[in-house]
């Protein structure tokens, strides 16, 4: 009977000792997921970052290019009263 209980003990302590390195490979491959993922975000932000600038620049392009548009509009709109006034 006592070696029944011994047994029995060290079944169930074998089967904890499996369930703890177990639970620490598991715990180990979520560790290395996360750092993997943290990289992927850092990516991510860098990308991020990089988009906005280049953004940020063709809105600045696209503005000057307006305000060169409309300069030249501008301009062309005075010839053509000049020539309305040559004309009369």
Sequence with gaps: MGDEIFTELEN?????????QNFKIEKNKLEQKIEEQKGTIEDLESQNV??????EEVKNNDEIRQKKLEAAADKVRRLLIKLDDVEE
């Excluded at 169930?12 to 703890?20: F, P």
């Excluded at 990089?50 to 953004?55: H, I, Q, V």
């Design 12 to 20: 169930k302590i074998e089967s904890l000792y499996t369930k703890v």
């Design 50 to 55: 990089s988009l906005k600038k280049e953004l």
